[in-house]
């Protein structure tokens, strides 16, 4: 089960553009929480706040608690708008959560012992994480921040699938619902060689 944080939000007025220009000048982000059965509300955020927030996994995967003048609503990260080339976050969306409702959710995952696994200590092998998160399904109190893969038996030519995840309990994923086409791979161990070869055959096949 995923920790709640909480975050301190003030509402606003929905207003032009020219309004949400000024709001980030003064150091605040505009942003919206809709979803459940109430109406879509404006609020605004410290930036600064938000900026440190962002470096963790918590931030887009956990239940965040926004604190509206001592009023909690449970949301989840919807959506998080950058500027292209500033510091700086111009709009989130968040999603309220209803504790009864399954939710999906992007969740991090966590690779460990992957140096001291036989593959990792060979030094013709090639260890290459080929998703860094996945998409699970399941109650509110049960969504993970991260989901922790363990590498320390990973040998060379070794694949490790996302039906081989060890999950929360009350976790799933509904990739593997959709059958075993759908059990992409989470980490490979190749030998450089190969790997090589591979890159070729896909220049080939671009071409």
Not at 58 to 72: A, H, P, Q, R, T
Not at 176 to 182: P, S, W
Request: net charge negative; hydrophobic share 40%.
């Amino acid at each position: 089960m995923s920790k709640t944080h909480e975050i301190k939000v003030t509402k606003r007025e929905l207003q032009r553009k020219g309004a949400s220009r000024r709001l980030r000048h003064a150091g605040v982000i505009p942003a919206i929480v809709y979803g459940g059965n109430a109406e879509p509300v404006a609020i605004s955020l410290d930036h600064n706040e938000i900026w440190l927030a962002q470096y963790n996994d918590w931030f887009y995967s956990s239940i965040l608690d926004l604190n509206l003048d001592g009023k909690v609503e449970r949301v989840l990260l919807r959506d998080m708008q950058r500027h292209p080339f500033k510091q700086l976050i111009l709009h989130l969306d968040f999603l309220r959560v209803n504790e009864n409702e399954v939710l999906t959710a992007a969740v991090p995952l966590h690779f460990i012992n992957e140096e001291t696994s036989p593959a990792g200590k060979a030094s013709d092998i090639v260890v290459t994480h080929e998703v860094k998160e996945v998409t699970v399904s399941c109650l509110p109190k049960d969504l993970p921040e991260s989901i922790e893969v363990d590498l320390g038996a990973l040998e060379a030519g070794g694949v490790i699938h996302l039906s081989d995840l060890k999950l929360p309990k009350g976790v799933e994923l509904p990739a593997l619902a959709l059958g075993k086409d759908h059990d992409d791979a989470v980490v490979t161990a190749k030998h450089g060689k190969e790997d090589a070869a591979d890159a070729a055959e896909d220049a080939e096949a671009a071409e």
